[in-house]
């Protein structure tokens, strides 16, 4: 029987809510990848991926994979055996990051920090200091996993100061809080489709500037993924007239990153940053006013991202489940270390909005057993 | 602006036409990777791909990404640095599969053939006796740049005999012509959704037998790859109820291939077997009217790519050319030592529609400057 997905109001850690116009558009036509129509089609999805990273980055283009594939893009290719990174870890996609190189050959020198603290510029430099050979600085924007925003541009500059490149995982942070890839000197960027960008999971966009690509175009040894290989993925998407068969790109996936971006373009950069922040100090309001917190401090908050702290007393899974079950609403639980500790509540994309606000604070009420609290009333009035 | 693909014939090497009912179900509300809605469909996704592949081989699930990523998940998961690989190069596909060995430290034997013929038993039987530390046989059932199959169970038999594992490339036969999986041995086999499936590209069903996983288990190196490594993927996909988290599946492209292995399975496995043949036989009566042959010998022809030999005088990308742009139909170019020689003219899954060798052949005849030669009413005979 076909599938029919129940409705949900998606405020989890991603996938977002996808708009009825980035589904529709995924259900047009599929064309050959080939076709001289299609290859228009992806010079302008480049152009709309650069103006969501700020940067005039010619390789920028969506890898054919989840975010995952996006990080292990960067790291298979700007990583060679031997070479020593200095890798933040201060959740789970840091560490991440640091398996990904090992599994390469690279030497990971882990700079760990508590979960749902910032990446410290301090512990960075201080371990550059120590290992003056370190090629590469790779460091998470927004931990997904614990809320926490780290500052991109004294980590770039520290990065450099001491002749590293530095890349960033902008999986979470991609049109959801600034990211300024170019003025900041970014060298490196991958993300996801699913998150702020609110197409479905399946794509993870990256761009590499003139260092990343010279590292890449003097590799000594080769890119042990084919799948991955940036040398070859260019020659597809970076081809013009001379375009080259790689792999078949995921047409349909695209047709929806594609609209996903238009979105973005029509509302513009600077104002969905102002969107994610506003919904998220509202929320923060909200959750207030039923004797919630937020578990990361206020300089470092994702606005996209809300780590809520669980109340003692709490049965945070039941929480959850009722969530799901009696309202529709999904949001996440956390991993590891902070696992039963915080709830992970998104507005990411078109999931920040003031009906998933003033609709998820009203079911939270009923499922903790506190109604008439009114916190979505307060949450409306700090957007009015 | 929204981009609105041309409707095009799509008679390629694939992606093939997406039929309405896969491209609605494209566009069907996003859910949670781990909402429990999810979870029991990822079961019956796993459940119609065992049926396609005719196994009962628990480890049977969509990658992630494309035909390519599955090809990768396979090497990089059955071959570790040193192994010893024989692999039959019939063609493109069968070359990357040999890149894919060396890149992740493999010893490739590359067993050849001219482009256009099938793989050759007694030369595969020929490199294992010389190579009896050979720990894999890895070949393509359907080679997509030649148009030519091989014969899977011999080649099985053959490398069982020699102590080897078989891995099977079915990306362009999955759906299109016999393929058995338990029946014939197969240990691993891969395939792509946009083929005879007739999803859009971008997902790669993969099958890993008992010895397959026995070989992953005893892995003494780690997978190069993260992403790909089966060992986390199988925790996530193979889970059940304790399912831990890998990467965010690609939603919406999995109810698409879930709808386009429903209708597989309405339509019957044997069924969509002859209609393919059946299709292919009345292709060729048309061709043969123009005076067009088919490039390979007619034992080894893959129903649902058909090797056209291009005229001598025929501009063959100026036939393509205005087949495209005149009649909206896609047909494919060949590569390397085929370039210029064959077309390459897919019926594959949807596309394997009388309407479309009607339409096809009728487009061709005007193009050719052959009109009122009636192929269509020709293959029209074949079918009735």
């Known amino acids: ?148 925003r780290s500052d991109v541009e004294p980590l770039v500059k520290i990065a450099h100061a001491h002749g590293a490149l530095a890349l960033v995982d902008a999986v979470t942070t991609l049109g959801g809080c600034a990211l300024e890839v170019d003025a900041w000197d970014v060298d490196a960027a991958y993300s996801g489709s699913q998150k702020c960008l609110s197409a479905p999971p399946g794509l993870s966009p990256v ?80 959750l207030d006013t039923l004797g919630l917190g937020l578990f990361v401090e206020e300089s470092a908050r994702l606005p996209q991202l809300n780590a809520v702290s669980v109340p003692a007393g709490v049965d945070e899974a039941q929480v959850r489940r009722r969530l799901l079950e009696e309202h529709d609403v999904e949001i996440g639980a956390a991993y590891s270390e902070l696992a039963g500790k915080i709830w992970r509540v998104g507005l990411m994309g078109h999931s920040s909005r003031v009906e998933n606000i003033v609709y998820f604070l009203d079911s939270l009420e009923t499922v903790l057993g506190k109604p008439s609290q009114r916190s979505a009333e307060v949450a409306r009035k700090v957007l009015s």
């Open 1 to 148: 029987m076909s599938f029919q997905p129940p409705r949900r109001v998606l405020m989890g850690p991603g996938p977002s809510d996808v708009s009825e116009r980035v589904l529709s558009a995924l259900a047009r036509p599929t064309i050959g990848h080939l076709d001289p129509a299609f290859v228009a089609f992806m010079d302008e999805l480049k152009d709309l991926l650069r103006f969501a990273f700020r940067t005039k980055n010619e390789l920028t283009f969506p890898v054919s994979g989840p975010g995952t594939a996006g990080m292990e893009t960067c790291i298979m290719n700007l990583v060679e055996p031997g070479d020593t990174v200095v890798v933040a870890v201060n959740g789970v996609f840091g560490g991440r990051l640091a398996e990904m190189i090992e599994r390469v050959g690279g030497k990971a020198v882990r700079v760990t920090e508590s979960w749902g603290r910032p990446v410290d510029p301090a512990k960075i430099e201080a371990a550059l200091k120590q290992h003056p050979e370190a090629k590469l600085v790779a460091f998470v924007h927004g931990e997904t996993s614990t809320g926490a």
């Open 207 to 286: 761009t590499f500037g003139p260092r990343a690509i010279k590292k890449i175009e003097s590799r000594r040894s080769p890119v042990p993924s084919w799948f991955l290989d940036l040398r070859l993925v260019m020659a597809y998407w970076g081809g013009g007239a001379k375009r080259t068969y790689h792999h078949t790109a995921p047409i349909n996936a695209l047709y929806g990153l594609h609209e996903s971006l238009l979105i973005l373009k029509e509302e513009g950069l600077e104002r969905a940053w102002e969107r994610h922040q506003k919904h998220h100090l509202a929320l923060a309001k909200g």
